[in-house]
């Protein structure tokens, strides 16, 4: 049973997410995501919450090297994926530009 602040929270995330897909630059996938933490383009990471383990450390180590934000999504993959507009599962998700978004800077305060 998921409480209702629980629940607004993950729609307010879901909406900073569409709106970061429709007016901003974001990539998914794993392979995507680890070359622009490795290029340094990457200002923040999203990671489903059933990530293989493995990946989802690869994931959090590269980004302390690269000092770049990471968020752990509530939903699993095929939630993160719906979030984002399409129809298959996403379990990492990058974003490069913001843009009319605030999920830069309100993730970090939650």
Do not use: W
């Not at 998921?2 to 569409?18: A, E, F, L, P, T």
Request: aromatic fraction near 4%; hydrophobic fraction near 40%.
């Amino acid at each position: 049973m998921v409480s209702k602040k629980q629940q607004r929270q993950q729609d307010s995330m879901n909406s900073r997410i569409k709106l970061v897909m429709k007016s901003g630059k974001a990539i998914l996938g794993f392979k995507q995501c680890m070359k622009a933490l490795r290029k340094g383009k990457a200002k923040m990471i999203l990671i489903a919450s059933n990530a293989p383990p493995l990946r989802k450390s690869e994931l959090e180590y590269m980004a302390m090297l690269g000092r770049t934000q990471v968020h752990h999504f509530s939903g699993d993959n095929t939630a993160m994926g719906i979030a984002c507009g399409k129809l298959f599962n996403c379990s990492v998700l990058s974003i490069l530009d913001a843009g009319d978004s605030d999920i830069l800077t309100t993730v970090t305060k939650e």
